[in-house]
């Protein structure tokens, strides 16, 4: 008799236990979606680290107008005198992109600052990330003996990298 107590007795306490556990993981799925609900209705969080990621990648787009730096832009007459002829000098100022077919702008100004004449043109060359390169004299436009001063400047060029 007492034998059969005892048994219902530990049937009762397992079921006991039983159903604390199954109540402990029930609480615990509730706490755990209650958290993802929570946090997915506050939206995205806004980390610094996000910005900066997105300002790091805008940094890296090729930009060959900032990357390459004209060093030198010379000009002159071609032996006839009638045309213009450039001596460049460029500096890849970018770590990663190479740059080639890059297209100038040439900008011939009067004495009363208005542009007199402007020609576009690009040279086929290729410089590699950090290089200096003089480039090799070329002929642009005719020259005009009434321009007072000049502007060479980069329009673009083709990128790609290493």
Same mark, same amino acid.
């Given at each position: 008799m007492f034998e059969e107590l005892d048994k219902e007795e530990r049937e009762e306490k397992e079921e006991t236990k039983k159903? =604390?556990? $199954?109540?402990?993981? +029930? *609480?615990?799925? =509730?706490? $755990?979606?209650?958290? +993802? *609900?929570?946090?997915?209705?506050r939206g995205p969080a806004k980390s610094p680290q996000a910005g900066q990621s997105v300002t790091a990648?805008?940094?890296?787009?090729?930009?060959?107008?900032?990357d390459l730096k004209i060093v030198r832009a010379v000009m002159g007459k071609d032996p006839t005198g009638i045309r213009v002829m450039w001596s460049v000098q460029l500096q890849?100022?970018?770590?990663?992109?190479?740059?080639s077919d890059i297209l100038y702008g040439a900008r011939f100004i009067g004495p009363d600052g208005n542009v007199r004449t402007s020609s576009r043109d690009t040279i086929k060359a290729s410089i590699a990330p950090g290089e200096e390169q003089k480039l090799p004299q070329f002929i642009d436009g005719v020259y005009d003996p009434n321009a007072a001063t000049y502007q060479f400047v980069i329009v673009s060029a083709k990128s790609s990298t290493l």
């Open positions: 159903l =604390l556990k $199954i109540t402990a993981y +029930i *609480v615990g799925a =509730l706490v $755990i979606v209650g958290a +993802i *609900v929570y946090i997915a209705s990648a805008a940094q890296t787009a090729p930009d060959p107008v900032k890849n100022k970018s770590s990663k992109y190479t740059y």
